[in-house]
Structure formats: C-alpha cells, structure tokens
C-alpha cells in the first residue's frame, strides 16, 4: 500500500526550545510556516528567520543553529527533532511533517552546552578525539616511498569506519555520556564510542598503528572503553550506520590484550 502524498501548501509548527545565550534558561517558542517544496529542517529555519514572528504574532529574534555542509557530511547540524537525535540537513519535511498542522519540535543536544538556541558547544568531543590521536603520524614517512598496500576487506572495513562526521549523535543517545562542562573532568569522563572506533580506525592503519600502544593505554584508564554500558543506542542513531559496537568490542578485547602483555613484560 503505498503512502500518501505529502499536502502541498500545508501549515506546519514549529515547537523550539529556545537559550539566550551560556548558563541562560531555556523557553519555548511556535513558529507556523508554509514549507517550501522537498524542504528539510534547515531551509525552514531559514524562513523563521526571515520572518521571526511567533504563532502569537510576537516578533523575536531569529532561532540560532549550527550547519556547514548541508549535506550529512561536516555533523555541524545535529539537534533533536522530535525527540530523537539526528542531522537536521537529512530531515525532510514531507517525511516528518507529511498533513497540515502538523508539529515538529526542535532542542539543542543535551549532552554539550548550549552557546544559543539550538546551536551547542561540541569541543569535548573532539577532545577525546585528541585523547586517543586520532590521526595517521606522518612526521618522516615522506621519504620511505609508496605506503603499506592494503586488501580489499580491510578497505572496505576502514573505510566505513572513516565515515564518523564527529557529528555527536551517538554521545547524545549515550546513557554513560553526561554533560560536564568542568574541562578539568573531561579526560575522567567517558570517552564516548566515535573515539573508540576512530582509535579502532587508526590501531588497524599500517602507520597509524605506530601510536597502538598510546591509544590502549588511554582506552584502559578511567572513562575508556570499560565504562561502556553496552546500551548500544550509539549504533542505531549513527546517520552513518557505522559498527560502533563492533568497533567497542574490539577495542575492548585489544585493551585486555594489551594489559596482560603489560603485565608479562613488567610494564604495570
């Protein structure tokens, strides 16, 4: 049975939670629109912010969100929409909003400070980014030639593994991962699974590999991979549909490798 049409010309609200700026409370605002043609969550903040005039035809300052690429690559956009967490480049109206009077409400992540409306801080997460390096080291690799070659099943892991935008989704449907705007607790807290499975990434790249050690280390102290509760809300709400569990999983297993060879070569 196929589904019906979306009703053109239709009047869709919009419930936002609102912030005036860091440590402010929050409020709620309406806005009714008239979306424009296969619009998404972003092109109808644009028109609240032409015309920003409440349902009750109080006029207000433009709602405030964050967005690059438009185009579920940078993860600038997240928020939750209806509850649910995810990039509001790729909610399409006609799908969240399909008959007239339809609602459609928008909040800032709560895991991140918010700095204004639906715009949220997000330094933590590439902090713990930095925890694990998440990089590939270069510094004297120019001239040892061609790179390691690497096999077909390899690729095709690592490049899904490749495709984490650091958009935050997965931290804000975390329960382990709370909000600690104390940057002196950051590295105690935890780590988050996108940290994990970039430290996956990079443990399984030829060169990166060279920091294999440094990133187990930091994923067997306090906030690592052991405090995964193992909810697995991080791999149904990844826009990329990335394995993070399975990246958790192996991270795990590599961690207690890593300790009981520690161990053996008297390095604990």
Same mark, same amino acid.
């Given at each position: 049975m196929s589904k019906q049409a979306p009703q053109q010309g239709r009047t869709i609200r919009f419930r936002i939670k609102r912030c005036d700026g860091p440590g402010k409370p929050s409020y709620w605002q309406e806005f009714d629109i008239v979306p424009e043609k296969n619009a998404n969550i972003? !092109?109808? *903040?644009?028109?609240? $912010?032409?015309?920003?005039?409440t349902v009750q035809g109080e006029k207000t300052t433009p709602v405030v969100w964050d967005s690059g690429c438009l185009e579920e690559v940078c993860g600038a956009c997240t928020m939750v929409i209806n509850g649910g967490v995810r990039q509001s480049c790729t909610g399409l109206i006609d799908v969240l909003a399909p008959n007239n009077g339809d609602t459609i409400t928008l909040e800032p992540m709560s895991k991140f400070p918010v700095v204004r409306d639906l715009w949220v801080d997000r330094q933590r997460l590439f902090h713990n980014l930095e925890r694990v390096k998440a990089w590939v080291p270069i510094d004297n690799t120019y &001239? *040892? +030639? $061609? +790179?390691?070659?690497? &096999?077909?099943? !390899?690729q095709a892991t690592h490049y899904k593994l490749s495709e984490c935008m650091s958009c935050g989704c997965c931290l804000e449907a975390c329960p382990q991962f709370n909000i600690e705007e104390d940057e002196s607790k950051w590295d105690e807290s935890f780590i988050g699974a996108h940290a994990i499975s970039q430290a996956r990434l990079f443990n399984n790249h030829e060169t990166g590999k060279q920091l294999k050690d440094e990133r187990l280390e930091e994923l067997s102290g306090k906030g690592g991979v052991g405090d995964c509760g193992n909810a697995q809300n991080c791999v149904k709400v990844c826009p990329k549909e990335i394995p993070l569990t399975e990246s958790i999983a192996a991270m795990g297993r590599a961690t207690t490798i890593h300790a009981v060879k520690s161990f053996f070569s008297g390095k604990k």
């Open positions: 972003i !092109s109808c *903040l644009k028109q609240i $912010a032409e015309t920003p005039v &001239s *040892l +030639g $061609a +790179g390691p070659k690497e &096999s077909p099943d !390899s």
